[in-house]
C-alpha cells in the first residue's frame, strides 16, 4: 500500500491556500474538497473534488483516490459563519452553516473511520475557532454548530482508538486570512488588544500543531488552542 494521503474538507479555505503555497505539507498527496473553485492553487499533489455541502453529497467518489493509502489524515477546514444576532436569525441561515459546520464533518468521518479502521491508524483534525466558540455576538449559528462538531470529535476520540485512531480539535485565534482581512480598522485594533501579544498567528503555527497531531499517537480528545492567547 501507499503509505500517507491528506483529505481536506473546506480546501478552498484562505489558510488552507496559504499552507499548500508555503508547501508545508511537503508534496505529500492531498485529496481536497472545495466548494468554491477561487483562487485554487493548482498542483502535482493536488487532487480537487467539488461537494456542495448545501445539497447531497455522495462521498464515494474519492473512494478510488484513497482506499490504497496505509495512513489517512482527515482535516476539517470547511466552515461557514452567518453574522446576525439571534433574533434576525432564519432556520434557513440556521440550517446552512449546521450543513457545512456540522453534517458535512460527520457524514465524511462515517465515510472515512472504516478505512482507518481496515488500515488501524488513523488521524481526525476539526478546525474550529476561539472567537467563535466563546460566544461572540452575530455567531449563534456558527458557534452552536462548531459546538457540534468538536462533540463528535470528542466521541470519535473515545470509541475508535483502539483502532490507532486519534481526533483532535484545533482552535484558531485571529491569523490574517479570509474574514479577519474584511473587518473594519476599529474591530482589529480591538482584536489585537485582546491578544497579549498584540498580533495576529502566522500560518506556520498551524501546520506544526498539525504536524504534531499527526506524529503523536498518544494525543487524543485535545484541544490545542493557537491563538496568542485570545480570550
Known amino acids: 500500500m501507499k503509505k500517507k494521503i491528506f483529505l481536506v474538507s473546506g480546501a478552498s479555505s484562505d489558510i488552507f491556500q496559504k499552507l499548500i503555497k508555503k508547501n508545508y505539507f511537503d508534496n505529500s498527496q492531498i485529496v481536497g474538497i472545495y466548494n468554491s473553485s477561487k483562487n485554487l ?3 502535482k499533489n493536488i487532487i480537487y473534488v467539488n461537494f456542495n455541502f448545501s445539497k447531497k453529497f455522495n462521498l464515494k467518489k474519492i473512494e478510488k483516490l484513497i482506499k490504497d493509502y ?10 461557514r459563519k452567518v453574522d446576525k444576532i439571534f433574533s434576525d436569525i432564519t ?3 440556521y440550517m446552512k452553516d449546521y450543513n457545512i459546520n456540522t453534517l458535512s464533518y460527520f457524514k465524511i468521518c462515517k ?3 472504516p478505512f ?3 488500515n488501524n491508524w ?3 483534525i476539526n478546525i474550529s475557532s476561539t472567537g467563535g466558540e466563546r460566544g461572540d455576538i452575530g455567531t449563534t449559528t456558527y458557534t452552536s454548530t462548531k459546538l457540534a462538531s468538536n462533540g463528535i470529535t470528542n466521541i470519535i476520540s473515545k470509541e475508535f482508538a483502539r483502532f490507532g485512531i486519534t481526533a483532535n480539535t484545533l482552535k484558531l485565534g485571529n491569523f490574517k486570512t479570509g474574514m479577519f482581512l474584511n473587518l473594519e480598522e476599529k474591530f482589529i485594533k480591538k482584536i489585537l488588544k485582546e491578544i497579549p501579544s498584540g498580533k495576529t498567528g502566522e500560518i506556520e503555527n ?3 500543531a ?4 499527526i506524529d503523536s499517537n498518544y494525543t487524543n480528545n485535545s484541544t490545542i488552542n493557537i491563538d496568542g492567547g485570545y480570550r
Open 41 to 43: 492553487i493548482r498542483e
Open 210 to 213: 498539525i504536524k504534531y497531531l
Open 116 to 118: 482507518m479502521i481496515k
Open 70 to 79: 496505509r495512513k489517512i489524515i482527515f482535516i476539517n477546514f470547511a466552515s
Open 111 to 113: 465515510f472515512i473511520i
Open 91 to 93: 432556520i434557513n441561515d
Open 206 to 208: 498551524i501546520y506544526k
Open 122 to 124: 488513523g488521524r481526525i
